[in-house]
Protein backbone atom coordinates (compact mmCIF):
# COMPACT_ATOMS: atom_id res chain seq x y z
CA UNK A 1 0.00 0.00 0.00
CA UNK A 2 2.94 2.10 0.82
CA UNK A 3 4.06 1.70 -2.94
CA UNK A 4 0.93 2.74 -4.38
CA UNK A 5 0.47 5.45 -2.20
CA UNK A 6 4.15 7.13 -3.62
CA UNK A 7 2.92 5.75 -7.16
CA UNK A 8 -0.11 8.15 -6.36
CA UNK A 9 1.50 10.86 -5.36
CA UNK A 10 4.20 11.27 -7.81
CA UNK A 11 1.72 10.89 -10.60
CA UNK A 12 -1.04 13.37 -8.75
CA UNK A 13 2.69 15.96 -8.59
CA UNK A 14 2.34 16.55 -12.17
CA UNK A 15 -1.76 17.48 -11.90
CA UNK A 16 -3.73 16.81 -14.80
CA UNK A 17 -0.93 15.85 -17.09
CA UNK A 18 -0.03 12.96 -14.73
CA UNK A 19 -2.77 11.82 -14.42
CA UNK A 20 -3.53 12.04 -18.28
CA UNK A 21 -0.63 9.54 -19.24
CA UNK A 22 -1.50 7.20 -16.57
CA UNK A 23 -5.33 6.90 -17.58
CA UNK A 24 -4.03 6.37 -21.28
CA UNK A 25 -1.91 3.80 -19.87
CA UNK A 26 -4.11 1.62 -17.70
CA UNK A 27 -7.66 2.28 -19.32
CA UNK A 28 -7.03 0.75 -22.78
CA UNK A 29 -5.92 -2.49 -20.17
CA UNK A 30 -9.02 -2.24 -18.56
CA UNK A 31 -11.37 -2.01 -21.51
CA UNK A 32 -9.38 -5.01 -23.63
CA UNK A 33 -9.32 -6.96 -20.22
CA UNK A 34 -13.50 -6.38 -19.61
CA UNK A 35 -13.71 -6.69 -23.57
CA UNK A 36 -12.24 -10.34 -23.39
CA UNK A 37 -13.80 -11.34 -20.65
CA UNK A 38 -17.52 -10.11 -22.22
CA UNK A 39 -16.62 -12.32 -25.69
CA UNK A 40 -15.61 -15.01 -24.25
CA UNK A 41 -18.51 -15.44 -22.47
CA UNK A 42 -20.35 -15.62 -26.07
CA UNK A 43 -18.39 -18.78 -26.19
CA UNK A 44 -18.68 -20.68 -22.96
CA UNK A 45 -22.64 -21.47 -21.59
CA UNK A 46 -23.79 -20.25 -18.04
CA UNK A 47 -24.38 -23.43 -15.40
CA UNK A 48 -27.73 -24.82 -14.48
CA UNK A 49 -29.48 -22.35 -12.29
CA UNK A 50 -30.84 -25.55 -10.90
CA UNK A 51 -27.08 -25.92 -9.07
CA UNK A 52 -28.00 -23.14 -6.69
CA UNK A 53 -31.15 -22.00 -4.00
CA UNK A 54 -30.10 -18.44 -3.29
CA UNK A 55 -30.93 -15.28 -4.41
CA UNK A 56 -27.70 -13.35 -5.64
CA UNK A 57 -29.03 -10.03 -6.21
CA UNK A 58 -27.01 -9.30 -8.94
CA UNK A 59 -29.36 -6.48 -10.71
CA UNK A 60 -28.82 -4.45 -7.29
CA UNK A 61 -25.23 -5.45 -7.13
CA UNK A 62 -24.97 -3.98 -10.43
CA UNK A 63 -26.57 -0.83 -9.47
CA UNK A 64 -24.72 -0.15 -6.17
CA UNK A 65 -21.69 -0.55 -8.83
CA UNK A 66 -22.59 2.42 -10.64
CA UNK A 67 -23.26 5.21 -7.55
CA UNK A 68 -20.16 3.82 -5.81
CA UNK A 69 -18.01 4.02 -9.36
CA UNK A 70 -19.96 6.90 -9.97
CA UNK A 71 -19.24 8.66 -7.06
CA UNK A 72 -15.49 9.51 -8.86
CA UNK A 73 -16.89 11.48 -11.54
CA UNK A 74 -19.18 13.89 -8.59
CA UNK A 75 -15.80 14.36 -6.39
CA UNK A 76 -13.55 14.92 -9.85
CA UNK A 77 -15.46 16.79 -12.17
CA UNK A 78 -15.29 20.33 -9.82
CA UNK A 79 -11.38 20.08 -9.72
CA UNK A 80 -10.55 18.81 -13.37
CA UNK A 81 -12.82 21.60 -14.72
CA UNK A 82 -10.67 24.39 -13.25
CA UNK A 83 -7.47 22.64 -14.98
CA UNK A 84 -8.88 22.21 -18.89
CA UNK A 85 -10.95 23.80 -21.44
CA UNK A 86 -14.73 23.85 -22.08
CA UNK A 87 -14.58 21.71 -25.23
CA UNK A 88 -11.82 18.92 -23.26
CA UNK A 89 -13.30 19.09 -20.19
CA UNK A 90 -16.86 18.36 -21.79
CA UNK A 91 -15.12 15.12 -24.35
CA UNK A 92 -13.32 13.74 -20.68
CA UNK A 93 -16.92 13.63 -18.76
CA UNK A 94 -18.33 12.23 -21.81
CA UNK A 95 -15.93 9.49 -22.55
CA UNK A 96 -15.84 8.71 -18.35
CA UNK A 97 -19.77 8.45 -18.76
CA UNK A 98 -19.42 6.45 -21.75
CA UNK A 99 -17.03 4.13 -19.97
CA UNK A 100 -19.23 3.88 -16.75
CA UNK A 101 -22.11 2.97 -18.81
CA UNK A 102 -20.13 0.00 -20.58
CA UNK A 103 -18.68 -1.25 -17.75
CA UNK A 104 -21.85 -1.31 -16.33
CA UNK A 105 -24.00 -3.26 -18.83
CA UNK A 106 -20.86 -5.53 -19.19
CA UNK A 107 -21.54 -6.30 -15.40
CA UNK A 108 -24.99 -6.35 -15.39
CA UNK A 109 -24.32 -9.27 -18.94
CA UNK A 110 -22.15 -11.59 -16.65
CA UNK A 111 -23.81 -11.30 -13.56
CA UNK A 112 -27.23 -12.10 -15.02
CA UNK A 113 -25.24 -14.69 -17.06
CA UNK A 114 -23.63 -16.48 -14.74
CA UNK A 115 -26.03 -16.00 -11.92
CA UNK A 116 -25.33 -19.66 -11.26
CA UNK A 117 -21.66 -19.59 -9.66
CA UNK A 118 -21.93 -16.21 -7.96
CA UNK A 119 -22.81 -17.66 -4.60
CA UNK A 120 -22.62 -15.84 -1.86
CA UNK A 121 -19.05 -14.13 -2.97
CA UNK A 122 -18.34 -10.45 -1.74
CA UNK A 123 -16.98 -10.24 -5.18
CA UNK A 124 -19.30 -11.81 -7.64
CA UNK A 125 -17.28 -11.40 -10.63
CA UNK A 126 -14.97 -12.89 -9.12
CA UNK A 127 -16.13 -16.62 -9.38
CA UNK A 128 -17.12 -15.32 -12.64
CA UNK A 129 -13.50 -14.63 -13.92
CA UNK A 130 -12.13 -17.77 -12.89
CA UNK A 131 -14.95 -19.54 -14.47
CA UNK A 132 -14.01 -17.73 -18.08
CA UNK A 133 -10.34 -17.93 -17.66
CA UNK A 134 -9.04 -20.77 -14.94
CA UNK A 135 -6.02 -20.56 -16.46
CA UNK A 136 -5.31 -17.14 -15.42
CA UNK A 137 -7.22 -16.62 -11.74
CA UNK A 138 -5.09 -13.45 -11.23
CA UNK A 139 -6.82 -11.58 -14.21
CA UNK A 140 -9.43 -10.25 -12.17
CA UNK A 141 -7.24 -9.01 -10.14
CA UNK A 142 -5.46 -7.49 -12.88
CA UNK A 143 -8.57 -6.03 -13.63
CA UNK A 144 -9.40 -4.93 -10.30
CA UNK A 145 -5.79 -3.21 -9.59
CA UNK A 146 -6.30 -0.77 -12.51
CA UNK A 147 -9.27 0.08 -11.28
CA UNK A 148 -8.16 0.40 -7.99
CA UNK A 149 -5.31 2.59 -9.00
CA UNK A 150 -7.01 5.17 -11.77
CA UNK A 151 -9.67 5.60 -8.87
CA UNK A 152 -7.02 6.62 -6.82
CA UNK A 153 -5.39 8.62 -8.72
CA UNK A 154 -8.34 10.72 -9.57
CA UNK A 155 -9.39 10.98 -5.80
CA UNK A 156 -5.77 12.10 -5.08
CA UNK A 157 -5.67 14.69 -7.59
CA UNK A 158 -9.54 16.21 -6.85
CA UNK A 159 -7.80 16.31 -2.54
CA UNK A 160 -5.08 17.82 -4.00
CA UNK A 161 -7.24 20.37 -5.15
CA UNK A 162 -9.05 21.14 -1.93
CA UNK A 163 -5.78 20.79 -0.31
CA UNK A 164 -4.34 23.50 -2.50
CA UNK A 165 -7.27 25.74 -1.32
CA UNK A 166 -6.93 25.46 2.61
CA UNK A 167 -2.88 24.84 2.45
CA UNK A 168 -1.69 26.60 -0.70
CA UNK A 169 1.99 26.37 1.21
CA UNK A 170 1.68 22.70 2.31
CA UNK A 171 -0.18 21.35 -0.48
CA UNK A 172 2.70 18.57 -1.25
CA UNK A 173 2.78 17.62 2.63
CA UNK A 174 -0.49 17.86 3.34
CA UNK A 175 -1.04 15.53 0.35
CA UNK A 176 1.92 13.21 1.42
CA UNK A 177 0.25 13.01 5.09
CA UNK A 178 -3.23 12.03 3.70
CA UNK A 179 -1.87 8.83 1.74
CA UNK A 180 0.53 7.56 4.63
CA UNK A 181 -2.46 8.01 6.56
CA UNK A 182 -4.48 5.70 4.05
CA UNK A 183 -1.99 3.23 3.63
CA UNK A 184 -1.76 2.82 7.68
CA UNK A 185 -5.64 2.02 6.94
CA UNK A 186 -5.29 -0.12 4.49
CA UNK A 187 -3.51 -2.55 7.00
CA UNK A 188 -6.06 -1.69 9.50
CA UNK A 189 -9.30 -3.65 8.58
CA UNK A 190 -9.41 -2.22 5.44
CA UNK A 191 -11.76 -4.81 3.68
CA UNK A 192 -14.27 -3.81 6.86
CA UNK A 193 -13.78 -0.22 5.81
CA UNK A 194 -14.38 -0.66 1.98
CA UNK A 195 -17.53 -3.55 2.78
CA UNK A 196 -19.09 -0.74 4.76
CA UNK A 197 -18.19 2.49 2.63
CA UNK A 198 -19.07 1.24 -1.12
CA UNK A 199 -22.44 0.57 -0.47
CA UNK A 200 -23.00 3.79 1.48
CA UNK A 201 -21.74 5.43 -1.14
CA UNK A 202 -23.72 3.57 -3.76
CA UNK A 203 -27.01 4.20 -1.78
CA UNK A 204 -26.40 8.08 -1.31
CA UNK A 205 -25.41 8.51 -5.16
CA UNK A 206 -28.37 6.91 -6.02
CA UNK A 207 -30.83 8.81 -4.45
CA UNK A 208 -28.59 11.64 -5.70
CA UNK A 209 -29.43 10.50 -9.02
CA UNK A 210 -33.24 10.03 -8.09
CA UNK A 211 -33.20 13.82 -6.41
CA UNK A 212 -32.02 15.06 -9.75
CA UNK A 213 -33.95 13.02 -11.86
CA UNK A 214 -37.07 14.26 -9.93
CA UNK A 215 -36.49 18.05 -10.00
CA UNK A 216 -35.91 17.78 -13.69
CA UNK A 217 -39.00 16.04 -14.22
CA UNK A 218 -40.78 18.17 -12.21
CA UNK A 219 -39.11 21.43 -13.82
CA UNK A 220 -40.69 20.77 -17.11
Given amino acids: SLITGLVVYLVVRQQVRGLTVANEMLLP ?18 QSLALVNHQS ?13 SAILLTTTPALMAETDTRNFRNG ?11 LLTNI ?5 YEAIIGQ ?21 FIL ?27 DIALLIA ?22 TGYLCLGFYL ?10
Wanted: hydrophobic share 55%; aromatic share 16%.
Fill in 29 to 46: LLVFMVLFFLLRSVYIPE
Fill in 57 to 69: GWLWSSLLYLGSN
Fill in 93 to 103: TLIAAGLLLFL
Fill in 109 to 113: HLLNK
Fill in 121 to 141: SDLPLLPIAQYLLPQLPWSYG
Fill in 145 to 171: FIALITTAFANALSLSKYLQQLWPRQT
Fill in 179 to 200: IVAAAYLAQQGFGQLVATLYPL
Fill in 211 to 220: ISFCRLLFSF
